[in-house]
């Protein structure tokens, strides 16, 4: 069986759970190396600057002073190993910020929306339909599948059409009269 870091001596996962591994089994040494190893790769690794502490401790402890000299030899990673690791890290940035740039995009959106149909609800309010439609007509063109919109909207042109005979109807007495 070939394992994975048969085929890629240097691959950050594997070399992160082997040291992790050799730390539960009190390897401490080994498990030295492998996050040293890890941390050439990619150093932001929080975990195998954390264990790299704890295990120093550790071997302090056990080896002494001089516990540096009985640590086998840690590998040199190579440039390309290091650059694919930042350009792995670089797409994975770049894939979040696009993510919480989408996620701002929507936030504003549904405050404007959110804005829009309050300042509708305002101006039905004051009697200003007119202006309110004009308000619930933006909101309809950001969400055209809220519903709450159209029932808004509908009642105004229903209030304004009402509006508009009450009016007429009480101009009527008033112009039959002259």
């Known amino acids: 069986m070939v394992s ?12 992160l759970r082997r040291a992790m591994a050799y730390e539960a089994l009190e390897r401490y040494r080994k498990a030295y190396v492998d996050y040293k190893t890890v941390l050439q790769i990619d150093s932001s690794v929080q975990a195998a600057n954390d264990s790299i502490h704890r295990i ?4 302090i402890e056990q080896d002494g002073s001089d516990w540096r ?12 190993a290091q650059q694919h690791r930042r350009e792995e890290l670089s797409a994975e ?3 979040a910020r696009a993510a919480r740039a989408e996620e701002e995009k929507a936030r504003k959106a549904e405050a404007r929306f959110t ?11 004051k009697g ?5 439609v004009e308000k619930y007509s933006e909101c309809i ?6 519903c709450s919109v159209y029932t808004n909207s509908e009642a105004e042109q229903e209030l304004q059409e009402v509006t ?5 109807s009480l101009l009527e007495p008033e112009t039959q009269g002259n």
């Open 4 to 15: 994975a870091l048969e085929l890629r001596p240097f691959s950050l996962k594997p070399l």
């Open 56 to 59: 120093t401790k550790q071997l």
């Open 69 to 80: 000299e009985k640590l086998p030899e840690i590998p040199n990673v190579p440039i390309s």
């Open 93 to 95: 940035v770049l894939q």
């Open 115 to 125: 804005q829009l149909k309050q300042e509708g609800n305002d101006l039905v309010k």
């Open 128 to 132: 200003e339909f007119d202006k309110a």
């Open 141 to 146: 063109a950001m969400k055209p599948s809220e």
């Open 164 to 168: 508009v005979l009450l009016r007429a």
